[in-house]
């Protein structure tokens, strides 16, 4: 019999994965976890809004402003005026911000070549196939129920 459960084996490949990257970066010394070290990925790139961060990331403006609050605070990024509009903010990387951006994105990028180790190119290429059409398929609240 094949086990058929399909949203259980994600969600579960998932936690197992979250799981595993948290501890990597954490025995790496690395003081970010992985969805803020995507917010510095995205701040290398220039200073963005909280809402161009959260639409970015995918993230609510709450879950944000914590990720943000705990940044700031570690003083890997700084909250500013927007000089577009004086009534928002942005957010700014400091060099500290870079710095361990870099460290998290060495762990991050062996956890992923542990991913995809052991799969031929075209078996990964069928996967990550699979993995976008989630956003095809689930993009709206309510989906084709």
Do not use: C, H, W
């Not at 058929?4 to 979250?18: E, H, Y």
């Not at 790496?28 to 803020?36: I, M």
């Not at 500013?80 to 400091?94: G, N």
């Amino acid at each position: 019999m094949t086990d058929d459960r399909i949203i259980f084996l994600i969600f579960s490949a998932q936690n197992k994965l979250r799981t595993y990257l948290g501890n990597a970066l954490a025995a790496a010394g690395v003081r970010v976890s992985y969805p803020q070290a995507g917010i510095i990925f995205l701040l290398k790139q220039g200073e963005r809004t909280m809402s161009d961060l959260s639409r970015l990331l995918g993230v609510d403006n709450s879950t944000l402003t914590g990720l943000v609050d705990r940044l700031e605070k570690a003083g890997f990024v700084v909250r500013r005026t927007s000089a577009a509009d004086r009534r928002s903010l942005s957010i700014q990387v400091t060099p500290e911000g870079i710095v361990e951006g870099e460290k998290a994105k060495a762990i991050i990028r062996d956890v992923n070549a542990l991913v995809k180790a052991g799969f031929s190119p075209e078996e990964l290429e069928v996967f990550k196939g699979v993995l976008r059409s989630f956003f095809d398929k689930f993009d709206k609240p309510g989906g084709r129920i």
